[in-house]
Nanobody, 119 residues
Framework: QVQLAESGGGSVLAGGSLRLSCTASGYPYSIDCMAWFRQAPGKEREGVAG???????YYADSVKGRFTFSQDNAKKTIYLQMNDLKPEDTAMYYC?????????????WGQGTQVTVSS
């Protein structure tokens, strides 16, 4: 059974930083195509950072230069370092993994971790 467990969310002031982590268990595939998404109240879920077929790494335009995706293959863990946070970054953040490790639509989701940024 695949499980994705996020951690690291919290409440910070604008300009602050947070580091999210997501560890995959029961997932025997490469984590290269795992990704981060977020959903703010009243908005659709959006991709924040990940890898698309043929693309080394993508970031949403709104987070470029502020967020950094990294991974530890041995720990089956991906990270999202978020710097210079803005109130508009407030959302539930989810990690996701594709089916059988192949880049594409997510097949598995974590439970989410809340990030709240106040001005």
């Amino acid at each position: 059974q695949v499980q994705l467990a996020e951690s690291g969310g919290g409440s910070v002031l604008a300009g602050g930083s947070l580091r999210l982590s997501c560890t995959a268990s029961g997932y025997p595939y490469s984590i290269d195509c795992m990704a981060w998404f977020r959903q703010a109240p009243g908005k659709e879920r959006e991709g924040v950072a990940g890898r698309a077929p043929g693309v080394d790494r993508y970031y949403a335009d709104s987070v470029k230069g502020r967020f950094t995706f990294s991974q530890d293959n041995a720990k089956k863990t991906i990270y999202l370092q978020m710097n210079d946070l803005k109130p508009e970054d407030t959302a539930m953040y989810y990690c996701a993994a594709p089916d059988r490790g192949v880049c594409g639509n997510p097949a598995y989701w974590g439970q989410g971790t809340q990030v709240t940024v106040s001005s």
